[in-house]
């Protein structure tokens, strides 16, 4: 699975692309570190690509063509929610997961509304978010 911190192709690599997710950094840089080495160990993903913020996310998930995005809810330039609503327009077809550390029923309505489709909180389990970028990238696939 490619996931962006983009992702490139489906099937058992399947990318992803991480800003704030893609993974993008959030304001602590070792969590962004942390997710692209979390996903780098996985061997059905590969991390296509990273984003600083959400415009960058935008640009580089049209360049890389992700299986899977990653964003967080708070990034510079760009919040997730925008960021999503773009993506959401120029990549109709590759699922959008919010992990961020501010996570409530309010946030997952707008996040679903803006194409969003799933939220992850940042306190959960990391393998709860592994599960959701699977679960994702094998219903796109089938």
């Keep these: 699975m490619r996931i962006a911190l983009p992702v490139l192709d ?14 993008q950094p959030s304001p602590v840089d ?10 780098g160990r996985e061997a059905d993903f590969l991390v296509c690509g990273e984003a600083k913020n959400g415009r960058e996310a935008v640009e580089k998930a049209q360049q890389l063509h992700p299986d899977l995005i990653l964003l967080d809810l708070l990034m510079p330039v760009m919040n997730g929610l925008d960021a ?3 993506l959401k327009q120029v990549t109709p077809q590759v ?8 996570t409530d ?9 803006a194409g ?8 959960e389990h990391v393998s709860v978010l592994l599960e959701n970028a699977r679960r994702l990238v094998q219903q796109i696939a089938a």
């Excluded at 489906?10 to 993974?23: I, K």
């Excluded at 699922?95 to 501010?102: E, G, L």
């Excluded at 029923?105 to 509304?113: C, Q």
Aim: overall charge neutral; aromatic content about 8%; some cysteine.
């Design 10 to 23: 489906l099937a058992l690599h399947d990318s992803v692309a991480v800003a704030g997710g893609f993974f």
């Design 95 to 102: 699922p959008i997961i919010i992990y961020s550390a501010c």
């Design 105 to 113: 029923s309010l946030i997952e309505k707008e996040a679903r509304s």
């Design 84 to 86: 999503a609503r773009v």
């Design 30 to 39: 070792n969590l962004h570190v942390g997710l692209s080495e979390l996903f």
């Design 116 to 123: 969003v489709s799933a939220c992850v909180s940042k306190s």
